[in-house]
């Protein structure tokens, strides 16, 4: 475990631990919770391209910590936790961000398909809620965040099993959060559309630079509410299509859709 810190002081608050905190939106939000004074504990499954996230929090006087893991092995987010907890204190918050999906035709769907976006998706959350879950109960505060996605709120063309992985996840966190917050234990649910992640010379609808998108989840993150969804102008249109026929909105769907987004930390 890599620990790269520069201020000297405790962090009273506790860690926040960042999955899939490599590439893309987790690390996005790791540099830009650390550039708001939160101490984040990075994990990914490579260790160099969490060390270079780790690098860029240094230089800009944030405090980090970097320890590989790949949340879909159970022993390995464990190990990791406690591993954490042991050495640097208690965990505060766990952002389960690690996830993503590809484009599948419906035609060559297969069980291989949905096991894999389910498990990094959903069931790797679920291993960084086994492993956080018990210290924060004991101690009456703690912070759940996970990363679904306005496709979980529609079936996507192509993209079946990724909107079936995100919908699941959105269920999660709004299931823990009915019966953890009267524990003290807040629960967030980040719902982007889509986020410009890398350089891409064709657009996806209504689709969000990286560092407005990471800005806007940390406002909700540290805030604590419940849920943020964006961009406003998709949301809307997902809320004109809930209510058409069904038959319509499909078709606009096999118009529109895009591809899901390959972005597993």
Known sequence: MQVHELAPDQNQRG?????????????????ELARRGEFVALLARRQNLLEEVAASICAAG????????????RAQVLAAFEELERKRGPIERVIANAGGGY?????????ADVEAMLAVNL???????????????????????????????????????????????????????????????????????FVRTRDRRKRRPFEMPLARATARMTDTI?????????????????????????????????RTGKRAVRSRG
Do not use: N
């Open 62 to 73: 944030g405090r980090a910590i970097v320890r590989p893991c790949d949340v879909t092995d």
């Open 103 to 111: 484009k599948v035709p419906s035609e060559r769907l297969s069980g």
């Open 123 to 193: 069931v790797g959350a679920v291993h960084c809620v086994e492993a956080a879950l018990p210290g924060m109960l004991a101690r009456g505060r703690g912070h759940l965040v996970f990363m679904g996605s306005l496709a979980g709120e529609v079936g996507l063309p192509q993209a079946a099993a990724y909107s079936a992985a995100k919908a699941a996840v959105a269920r999660l966190g709004e299931g823990l959060r009915v019966d953890l917050q009267p524990r003290g234990i807040d629960v967030t649910v980040l719902m982007p559309g």
């Open 222 to 254: 540290l805030d604590r509410r419940p849920i943020c969804r964006f961009p406003w102008t998709l949301v809307a249109l997902l809320a004109v299509a809930a209510i058409l026929p069904t038959r319509l909105r499909d078709a606009l769907l096999r």
């Open 15 to 31: 860690m926040t631990v960042i999955t899939g905190a490599s590439t893309g939106i987790g690390r996005g939000l790791a540099i």
